[in-house]
Nanobody, 122 residues
Framework: QVQLVESGGGLVQTGGSPRLSCAAS????????MGWFRQAPGKDREFVAG????????NYADSMKGRFTISRDNAKNTVYLQMNSLKPEDTAVYYC???????????????WGQGTQVTVSS
């Protein structure tokens, strides 16, 4: 059974740079793409970033390009999301997700963590 556990969220000031982590278990982590999504209050869940099984291919939502960086450490079964220059509109629950395949196709995410809240104060 796949288990994804996010950490690193909390209250952050505008302009802050927290790093989220997601520890995976229950499947051979290194074979699958991973991604991050977020859901703000009253809004649909949206894609943030994805990374391929080797880490050499990444993709981002346009609004996150240049501010967020996704990375992974297959030896630790962990994926990270470095967030920089946070704005109040980045406030959301951030979810880690495991893809069905090796490449970060946005319509192929199948497993989800419980999420971690990030609140950006103005």
């Amino acid at each position: 059974q796949v288990q994804l556990v996010e950490s690193g969220g909390g209250l952050v000031q505008t302009g802050g740079s927290p790093r989220l982590s997601c520890a995976a278990s229950g499947r051979t982590f290194s074979l699958y793409a991973m991604g991050w999504f977020r859901q703000a209050p009253g809004k649909d869940r949206e894609f943030v970033a994805g990374i391929s099984w080797t880490g050499d291919i990444t993709n981002y939502a346009d609004s996150m390009k240049g501010r967020f960086t996704i990375s992974r450490d297959n030896a630790k079964n962990t994926v990270y999301l470095q967030m920089n220059s946070l704005k109040p509109e980045d406030t959301a629950v951030y979810y880690c997700s495991l893809n069905r395949g090796a490449y970060p196709k946005t319509d192929s995410y199948a497993y989800w963590g419980q999420g971690t809240q990030v609140t950006v104060s103005s």
